[in-house]
C-alpha cells in the first residue's frame, strides 16, 4: 500500500484491516434503542385447568432479554406498577426477551418460559414487543 509516497508494510495494511472487520458491533447495550412491553397474567384454575377469569398487568414480574444467539440471559428487569418493561440503550441486531409462566404438574420444572423474538434494525428504534401472556396456577 502507498500512502503519498510512503509504502506501507503490507503486515501493517493486514492489521488494519483485521482491527476493522473486528469493530462489527453485536448485539448489547451501547446503542440507542430500546425494547418495551408488558407481562399480563391470567389466571388458570389447578383443579379443572381452565381460567378463572382474573387477569391483571403484572407488577414485579422478571422478564429477561438474551443478545442475538447467546444460550443464557444477558440483562433482566421487573415490570413496574402497570406491567411495563423496558430495557433500553441497546444496539441494532436480534434479541430475544422472556418471562416465566407457570404450568401444571406435567411441566417438570413448573414453569416454562414464554418468548419473543425481536430484531432491531434502527440505531434508535423503540421496539414495542406484544403482551407477554403468562399463567398463575392457583
Known sequence: MNLQGRTI???ATAALLISLAGCAKEPGEGGKAEIQG???VKEV???TG???GIEYYAPEYRVYLIYG???TFDDDTRTGPD???KFPWLRKGDYTVFAY????DDCESGVRPIYAHISIENKSEVYEVPDIIVEDWK
Open 101 to 104: 409462566s407457570e404450568c401444571p
Open 9 to 11: 508494510p503490507a503486515w
Open 69 to 71: 444467539d447467546h444460550e
Open 45 to 47: 384454575n389447578k383443579d
Open 38 to 40: 408488558r407481562v399480563f
Open 83 to 85: 406491567g411495563r418493561y
Open 50 to 52: 381452565l381460567p378463572t
